[in-house]
């Protein structure tokens, strides 16, 4: 884990007084609303998909669901992110990719989300399209053009060329960074 974790693994050291001074100071509410955090990315003049994206990382990070990260769902959403178990990791993306809630993936959620990583990295390495097909290919065993928890997990879990993949490109230190030193992104 390159030199990206080091740096929020030494911020992650400070103590949780002086931790929740600096959260407190970005957002002196005690409380991160999407409109907060999409200014703090610098999200103006992004695709749809890429502010569609941080919403949903932002749904999936507003854990109680009151239209706020307070600060314990900050700290939570810290935590699975650097320190959680590969089945939380995985867990956390099947909830960011299943933009319906249906409980399945199917390509285009995938597709979307992918998208949406690229805008906002403005990484166009491979083509989201050519992602989705080489972990279909590998994953939907039985062909149904959507995953469940379970095939998404395990498929993930026997394909580590996958699970690079997702690991790359679902990082969101950059994201956690930028909110934690109250700072605007370098582009």
Do not use: C
Not at 61 to 80: N, P, R, W
Request: hydrophobic fraction near 40%; charge should be negative; avoid cysteine.
């Amino acid at each position: 884990m390159g030199a990206h974790n080091s740096n929020l693994d030494d911020l992650l050291e400070e103590d949780m007084h002086h931790w929740y001074t600096k959260f407190m100071k970005e957002s002196p509410s005690g409380l991160i609303t999407l409109f907060e955090l999409k200014s703090m990315l610098e999200m103006s003049g992004m695709t749809e998909e890429a502010s569609s994206y941080v919403d949903q990382v932002f749904l999936t990070f507003d854990m109680d669901g009151d239209g706020y990260i307070d600060f314990v769902e900050y700290i939570a959403a810290i935590s699975l992110l650097l320190k959680g178990e590969v089945n939380q990791k995985l867990k956390w993306y099947f909830k960011l990719f299943d933009q319906d809630g249906n409980g399945k993936i199917d390509k285009d959620e995938m597709e979307t989300i992918f998208k949406a990583i690229q805008d906002i990295s403005r990484s166009y390495e491979i083509p989201p399209d050519e992602i989705v097909t080489l972990i279909y290919d590998k994953i939907d065993v039985h062909g149904e053009g959507e995953l469940t928890l379970e095939e998404f997990i395990s498929g993930a879990r026997d394909h580590p060329d996958i699970m690079d993949m997702l690991t790359k490109m679902m990082d969101l230190t950059h994201v956690l960074e930028i909110i934690l030193k109250g700072q605007k992104p370098k582009l």
